[in-house]
């Protein structure tokens, strides 16, 4: 069931800019149990929905390792996203037009901030699980330090605790290839198509890897060609998948969210990064793909090292970054030692 949470009061972001409230569109399979303690709380990545079901759903669902029958599952529409929550193409409160391109930056703890108001609007103490890929795990590792005693397990998956200055300079081409479309500032929901078409093309080449193409694309596959110039299933591809996402997303919501992730840096504001990481109090799994090379696997070892207690699952796949979603039977199996039994032995002790 998807509902929208209203914020009606001032809402200032990091910037300093002050909104007039917000809004936030959320999803939840399942129900709160009475003692409000079977809350699992899932973190979308850059593009996606607040209905996990439909993107991870080798994970959550009815008879999946996230089952709505046991949890109260709940994801959140991230500020910035088009897909329902406050974002550019929502209207402005104060001139009743959409605000495109006037739309401010939420950096990630921005949009953690929103999901605590949410949390108290829904009467949530505790999350058993807190779960996140990629951008999703930055809200994760944002929140778990902001609240140490809120989260009881969480799962941040091929993320970081800083964004790289790769990762910025991946973002970077991103935009400089929306800007390259002369329209993407105009104020329509088709304005920049074609920059971001480019702008997926380019994210792709850090979610994939080379054995990935070399098994999924091969120069020999066969395929319908979406452009004259398109000789190789590789180059039919990178179109489709850039068509693919200018038809369902748009242009500066893709803009604001790709600066989002540049914000993402959980010393900002702290003492420094590895005792922002120290305050974590929630037993931690860090799954990370070892063939990632936007978010590397050394980014998932500098997490383990410096939250305590926390435990490191390395992942092989020939699919990158996007072994995140793809690699769910690896990641329930870790998921089922870590979480399922090592809650199933605590309770045994606790009820002695």
Known sequence: ?????????????????????????????????????????????????????????????????????????????????????????????????????????????????????????????????????????????????????????????????????????????QRMAIEADDSWKEPHPDAGQKGLAAARSIALLSYRHYNGYDITQRRDKAFVPLHETAQYAADNYQRYQGIKLANRFHVMSYYRLTQSMDSHDVGRGRKDVPTALQSIRARTLVIGITSDVLYPIQEQEYLQQHIPGAELFRISSDYGHDGFLLEYEKIEAALTVFIDRKRSSHLKIVNK
């Not at 008879?63 to 599952?73: A, C, N, R």
């Open 1 to 173: 069931m998807t509902t929208i949470f209203h914020y009606p009061q001032s809402f200032t972001l990091e910037s300093g800019e002050v909104l007039p409230g917000f809004h936030l569109a959320y999803t939840t399979h399942g129900k709160l149990n009475a003692a409000r303690n079977n809350v699992v709380w899932i973190f979308h990545a850059l593009t996606a929905n607040s209905n996990p079901v439909e993107w991870w759903p080798g994970l959550v669902g009815s008879g999946k390792f996230f089952d709505p029958e046991k949890y109260f599952i709940i994801c959140v529409n991230k500020p910035g996203s088009p897909y329902g929550s406050i974002s550019p193409v929502s209207k402005d409160p104060l001139t009743n037009e959409p605000y495109y391109s006037r739309f401010p930056v939420f950096t990630i703890r921005d949009m953690v901030r929103t999901y605590q108001q949410l949390k108290d609007h829904l009467g949530i103490r505790s999350i058993v699980v807190g779960l996140g890929g990629s951008t999703g795990g930055m809200q994760l590792l944002e929140w778990a330090i902001d609240e140490p005693d809120l989260f009881e397990y969480i799962v941040p998956i091929a993320t970081n605790a800083v964004l790289s200055p790769w990762g910025i300079a991946f973002n970077a081409s």
